[in-house]
């Protein structure tokens, strides 16, 4: 009886262990943005991936989270480009999301896009919702603060360094797809729901991300 006892308690014992694992490794915080990263996205509009529409996202200085500049580069499919330049300021805290990119930007700025802030991941991640997110960023009009909220875990597939991966991502509201890394909390995908019409902003969904 005794080892019976034995073995049911080590058996619990091994079993908490590799939850406790397994509920570690799957936030991925181990995988933190880097100067020099690469993130490829295919635009999406009106639910469609454009193959031929894409969009380069590098990380140029990384004072993560505190600032963080990077530099984009969009190729349409009649084989223009247009660029732009953002130094993020407050990744740490910000709820200004703010999709709306413009040809030739250079801007200091609060709008997280294409991450999530620190804070609004913890909260999705510790209470399943996040208050006072602004989808459109300070001041855009009509686009008032709202409350994002998990809808779902998923895991997601991408290219890394040239493997394929399926890393660990929260479903939100408001068309969001955030990989559950604290360290890089990277929208893998993003639908604008009944936007485009109004304001020309297409989705994304990253594809690969090279280190």
Request: hydrophobic fraction near 45%; avoid cysteine.
């Amino acid at each position: 009886m005794r080892r019976i006892a034995f073995f049911v308690m080590l058996f619990l014992l091994l079993f908490q262990a590799f939850i406790t694992v397994f509920a570690a490794d799957s936030t991925e915080d181990f995988q933190p943005i880097n100067t020099g990263m690469k993130l490829n996205f295919v635009y999406i509009f009106e639910h469609m991936e454009q193959k031929d529409k894409t969009w380069q996202v590098q990380v140029v200085k990384n004072s993560f989270p505190e600032s963080l500049t990077f530099t984009w580069l969009k190729k349409e499919k009649d084989g223009t480009e247009t660029t732009g330049t953002r130094i993020i300021y407050n990744l740490a805290n910000s709820r200004n999301f703010n999709p709306w990119f413009t040809k030739n930007e250079t801007k200091d700025t609060v709008d997280t896009a294409p991450w999530l802030s620190v804070q609004v991941l913890t909260e999705l991640r510790d209470n399943a919702n996040a208050g006072k997110f602004r989808e459109g960023g300070t001041g855009a009009v009509n686009w008032a603060p709202t409350t994002l909220t998990v809808k779902d875990n998923i895991i997601f597939p991408v290219m890394i360094n040239g493997k394929p991966e399926a890393i660990h991502a929260l479903k939100l509201s408001k068309g969001i797809i955030v990989w559950n890394n604290l360290k890089n909390p990277i929208v893998l995908q993003y639908e604008p729901l009944g936007i485009p019409f109004f304001t020309s902003i297409t989705g994304w969904k990253l594809v690969s991300i090279q280190y």
